[in-house]
């Protein structure tokens, strides 16, 4: 069992590595093949001379071929030089590091809410008769049709412009003062995963809660607390689990939509911009470390789902 495990540990690894490496080339040549040229960004915004291109040209290798850059920008990446941004003429690594820790605050609020509502409405839904049940599902599909930016501006509304309960821009200073600036963006993010989240798990306990082994329990007498912890909810949670994996994974992308609504510098508006102005160096950076983000995720998720549920490893398990 251990052997096999450690096996499937390697293999995940493996998959891990070839998955990133993949993701780089289509990052690094996506980008490259895409319309327009960076020489304007380069040149800091002045129409260029004919010498002055072909000095970035040349300074910047942007006449190499395609398969020398991406070499030389792996090669980067592995030895930690990032390269320097075409537009604000400083350490990529630098310019994404601060950035990053706004959009990761904003993702770990969004998560606590995720976890929270669409576990709690999940799990009420699943156990609390039909009335509960219709009126959780009135309220996720909702939740589901309402895109983030117009559930943005309904909180920007009702609790910033009428209620004035919370700030309305920017992420604030570190501390008490973030958190707070940080509640209306995290909570419109939200709302959609949570309505998905809650109907995984809502239809993941029903399927348990009339499954054969639940039965026999309650006719053995096991009390209610029990069977719903040890028969239905551990055997649920591989699946809410997995999807919920997924679901956090994407929300590194998916903030960049309330970090645009809500003036957040964060790193999916930096892509946005950065993307915009041609400055591939951040755009590649910012584009792999998300790809990494969402991959490392989903395997963590995979292998404790195999943890929580043995039957499910022994299930793949060479004979």
């Given at each position: 069992?251990?052997?096999?495990?450690?096996?499937?540990?390697?293999?995940?690894?493996?998959?891990?590595?070839?998955?990133?490496?993949?993701?780089?080339?289509?990052?690094?040549?996506?980008?490259?093949?895409?319309?327009?040229?960076?020489?304007?960004?380069?040149?800091?915004?002045?129409?260029?001379?004919?010498?002055?291109?072909?000095?970035?040209?040349?300074?910047?290798?942007?006449?190499?071929?395609?398969?020398?850059?991406?070499?030389?920008?792996?090669?980067?990446?592995?030895?930690?030089?990032?390269?320097?941004?075409?537009?604000?003429?400083?350490?990529?690594?630098?310019?994404?590091?601060?950035?990053?820790?706004?959009?990761?605050?904003?993702?770990?609020?969004?998560?606590?809410?995720?976890?929270?509502?669409?576990?709690?409405?999940?799990?009420?839904?699943?156990?609390?008769?039909?009335?509960?049940?219709?009126?959780?599902?009135?309220?996720?599909?909702?939740?589901?049709?309402?895109?983030?930016?117009?559930?943005?501006?309904?909180?920007?509304?009702?609790?910033?412009?009428?209620?004035?309960?919370?700030?309305?821009?920017?992420?604030?200073?570190?501390?008490?003062?973030?958190f707070w600036h940080l509640v209306l963006p995290a909570a419109s993010l939200a709302v959609m995963f949570i309505a998905y989240i809650s109907r995984v798990t809502r239809s993941s306990l029903v399927a348990q809660l009339h499954s054969e082994h639940v039965e026999t329990a309650r006719v053995r007498g096991i009390p209610r607390v029990r069977i719903f912890r040890v028969h239905v909810f551990r055997n649920a949670a591989p699946q809410i689990l997995a999807i919920s994996g997924t679901t956090i994974a994407g929300l590194f992308a998916?903030?960049?939509?309330?970090?645009?609504?809500?003036?957040?510098?964060?790193?999916?508006?930096?892509?946005?911009?950065?993307?915009?102005?041609?400055?591939?160096?951040?755009?590649?950076?910012?584009?792999?470390?998300?790809?990494?983000?969402?991959?490392?995720?989903?395997?963590?998720?995979?292998?404790?789902?195999?943890?929580?549920?043995?039957?499910?490893?022994?299930?793949?398990?060479?004979?």
């Amino acid at each position: 069992m251990n052997g096999w495990l450690m096996r499937t540990l390697l293999g995940r690894i493996g998959g891990l590595a070839l998955t990133l490496f993949l993701a780089s080339v289509v990052i690094f040549s996506a980008l490259l093949l895409t319309p327009g040229d960076p020489i304007a960004a380069l040149a800091g915004g002045a129409k260029p001379t004919p010498e002055l291109v072909a000095q970035i040209r040349a300074e910047y290798h942007l006449d190499d071929p395609i398969w020398a850059r991406y070499l030389q920008w792996l090669g980067g990446v592995l030895t930690g030089d990032f390269g320097r941004s075409f537009v604000y003429q400083t350490d990529v690594l630098g310019l994404i590091a601060p950035r990053f820790a706004v959009t990761l605050q904003l993702v770990l609020l969004t998560v606590v809410m995720i976890l929270i509502a669409g576990l709690g409405s999940g799990i009420l839904a699943a156990t609390r008769g039909p009335a509960v049940d219709r009126a959780v599902g009135l309220l996720t599909a909702l939740g589901m049709a309402l895109p983030t930016f117009v559930v943005a501006i309904l909180l920007i509304w009702v609790f910033a412009k009428s209620l004035g309960w919370f700030p309305v821009y920017g992420e604030g200073a570190p501390g008490l003062d973030r958190f707070w600036h940080l509640v209306l963006p995290a909570a419109s993010l939200a709302v959609m995963f949570i309505a998905y989240i809650s109907r995984v798990t809502r239809s993941s306990l029903v399927a348990q809660l009339h499954s054969e082994h639940v039965e026999t329990a309650r006719v053995r007498g096991i009390p209610r607390v029990r069977i719903f912890r040890v028969h239905v909810f551990r055997n649920a949670a591989p699946q809410i689990l997995a999807i919920s994996g997924t679901t956090i994974a994407g929300l590194f992308a998916a903030a960049a939509i309330a970090e645009q609504a809500f003036g957040l510098g964060g790193i999916g508006s930096l892509l946005t911009e950065a993307a915009a102005r041609k400055d591939l160096p951040v755009v590649q950076l910012v584009s792999l470390l998300l790809v990494t983000i969402f991959v490392v995720l989903n395997a963590v998720a995979d292998l404790v789902s195999a943890l929580i549920d043995p039957d499910s490893v022994n299930a793949g398990r060479p004979a």
